[in-house]
T-cell receptor
Framework: GQQLNQSPQSMFIQEGEDVSMNCTSSSIFNTWLWYKQDPGEGPVLLIALYKAGELTSNGRLTAQFGITRKDSFLNISASIPSDVGIYFC????????????FGKGTLLTVNP | DADVTQTPRNRITKTGKRIMLECSQTKGHDRMYWYRQDPGLGLRLIYYSFDVKDINKGEISDGYSVSRQAQAKFSLSLESAIPNQTALYFCATASQGNTEAFFGQGTRLTVV
């Protein structure tokens, strides 16, 4: 199956710092999604990207669809304690295939 | 009330037992998915369905079966549970032609 390489695997930062994480693939994706999972909960969609080069923000979160269509980035500015959780990227290949391939996740810990 | 509801939320079962996990949704979505989450491995697709009676294998379907008898319900069965099926299981839904998936709160299954 398709592989998504998500990095870093984990991050431990101080409150107020900015955070960056990314996903790369050997395949070209038509859609990139970023999810956040709080402890004990299901993943919640943060940002959806549909076009190469697209840059989309959701509050303090900004995500970009890479020009090569093989990568995507998520940035969180001025982190706060409630940003703690696991962040997943997910990608969809083109055509009628609506299956998502997920990265392995980035565990974010924010120290107050 | 949650749009995607999974029952039970937690279950401990013995090796060899049959167990069914239920998922129901009020979003009116055609597409439903079952994922498995293991620490450090992200979310892996078990089965998916694009309509009633439509069943498709995901990347890790061995040892599992599913049933989609109604648009709003998608159940996952383990015919004979084994310890390495201990994991967090998520149901997700998506509307036709849409990549964005919405997740339930998960079922934590422990096979002893």
């Amino acid at each position: 199956g398709q592989q998504l390489n998500q990095s870093p695997q984990s991050m431990f930062i101080q409150e107020g710092e900015d955070v960056s994480m990314n996903c790369t693939s050997s395949s070209i994706f038509n859609t990139w999604l970023w999810y956040k999972q709080d402890p004990g909960e299901g993943p919640v969609l943060l940002i959806a990207l549909y076009k190469a080069g697209e840059l989309t923000s959701n509050g303090r979160l900004t995500a970009q669809f890479g020009i090569t269509r093989k990568d995507s980035f998520l940035n969180i500015s001025a982190s706060i304690p409630s940003d703690v959780g696991i962040y997943f990227c997910a990608g969809r290949l083109g055509g009628s295939n609506y299956k998502l391939t997920f990265g392995k996740g980035t565990l974010l810990t924010v120290n107050p | 009330d949650a749009d995607v509801t999974q029952t039970p939320r937690n279950r401990i079962t013995k090796t060899g037992k049959r167990i069914m996990l239920e998922c129901s949704q009020t979003k009116g979505h055609d597409r439903m998915y079952w994922y498995r989450q293991d620490p450090g491995l992200g979310l892996r697709l078990i089965y998916y369905s694009f309509d009633v009676k439509d069943i498709n294998k995901g990347e890790i379907s061995d040892g599992y079966s599913v049933s989609r008898q109604a648009q709003a319900k998608f159940s996952l069965s383990l015919e004979s549970a084994i310890p390495n099926q201990t994991a967090l299981y998520f149901c997700a839904t998506a509307s036709q032609g849409n990549t964005e998936a919405f997740f339930g709160q998960g079922t934590r299954l422990t096979v002893v």
